[in-house]
């Protein structure tokens, strides 16, 4: 099972730029599918991104496409979330996520490991 941590979260101003990390522990990261998901204050958990094994095939929410980039480089186990343009409405609890099967997912039963999450505040 891979462990996952969380980093990077903070305090920026709207039209600001983050970029969050999740570094995974095991030797076998590279054969696991890796997505990003967050939760505001009173809300559900979302979907954000996704990427595959390889880091070819990737997957975005609306609310973040074309603002935010997912990334991997799995000689360090780590993926990566850049979010540009940030806006209020981006303010939550990020949560990186692994899954053992090499499809994009948007659901959270579908993920096997979670990380303990990184907040993110948007001011306007």
């Known amino acids: 099972q891979v462990q996952l941590v969380e980093s990077g979260g903070g305090l920026v101003q709207a039209g600001g730029s983050l970029r969050l990390s999740c570094a995974a522990s095991?030797?076998?990261?590279?054969?696991?599918?890796m997505g990003w998901f967050r939760q505001a204050p009173g809300k559900e958990r979302e979907f954000v991104a996704a990427?595959?094994?390889?880091?070819?095939?990737?997957y975005y929410a609306d609310s973040v496409k074309g603002r935010f980039t997912i990334s991997r480089v799995n000689a360090k186990n780590t993926v990566y979330l850049q979010m540009n343009s940030l806006k209020p409405e981006d303010t939550a609890v990020y949560y990186c996520?692994?899954?053992?099967?090499?499809?994009?997912?948007?659901?959270?039963?579908?993920?096997?490991?979670w990380g303990q999450g990184t907040h993110v505040t948007v001011s306007s």
């Open positions: 095991g030797r076998t990261f590279s054969r696991y599918a």
């Open positions: 990427i595959n094994w390889s880091g070819i095939s990737t």
């Open positions: 996520a692994a899954r053992g099967v090499n499809y994009l997912a948007t659901t959270i039963r579908e993920y096997d490991a």
